[in-house]
């Protein structure tokens, strides 16, 4: 899972638990995934340690929380009138995604999910038509764009 899958699924499991998205990413697309997820605090990595115990206590208290630099992207977003948070995948795409992305082969991907060769296969081609990426490299870059893997 990543960290947006897992949040979502904590999330569901527990929807009062208030969640803080700790990341590497600052960009516009997965701060809108977070927020629109339910996560209650999301922060960069890079941000100071004090910043953290900041949010820790303005997400205990009921409040949302964004990291210095969040806010100004979601205006920036806005702004521009695009939707960046605009995915065509559904949660199992991503998961396919995530794994194809990282390396592991249609074999692999299956035993992971449980899922047979077959319906792994067609997941595949399934993300290559929606994003209209044709080969296992088109899909690498547009997982590490979109924060799925590190480069």
């Known amino acids: 899972l990543n960290g947006l899958d897992a949040a979502q ?13 700790l990341t590497m990413y600052a960009q516009d697309h997965q701060v809108i995934l977070a927020l629109r997820a339910g996560v209650r605090g999301y922060m960069v990595k890079t941000q100071a340690a004090q910043e953290l115990v900041h949010a820790i206590r303005e997400v205990a208290a009921g409040r949302t929380y964004l990291g210095s630099g969040a806010p100004q992207i979601l205006l920036d977003a806005y702004l521009s009138g695009a939707d ?5 995948l559904t949660p199992r795409d991503r998961q ?8 592991k ?19 595949r081609g399934k993300i290559m038509e929606k994003l209209d990426i044709h080969d296992t490299a088109g899909l690498v870059r547009y997982a590490i764009r979109r924060g799925m893997i590190q480069a």
């Open 105 to 123: 082969t249609t074999k692999e991907i299956a035993t992971q999910l449980g899922i047979s060769v077959k319906t792994a296969e067609t997941y």
């Open 84 to 88: 960046p948070s605009k995915d065509p």
């Open 9 to 21: 699924e904590i999330l569901r499991a527990s929807p009062r638990t208030g969640v803080i998205m």
């Open 96 to 103: 396919v995604l995530q794994l194809v992305a990282e390396g």
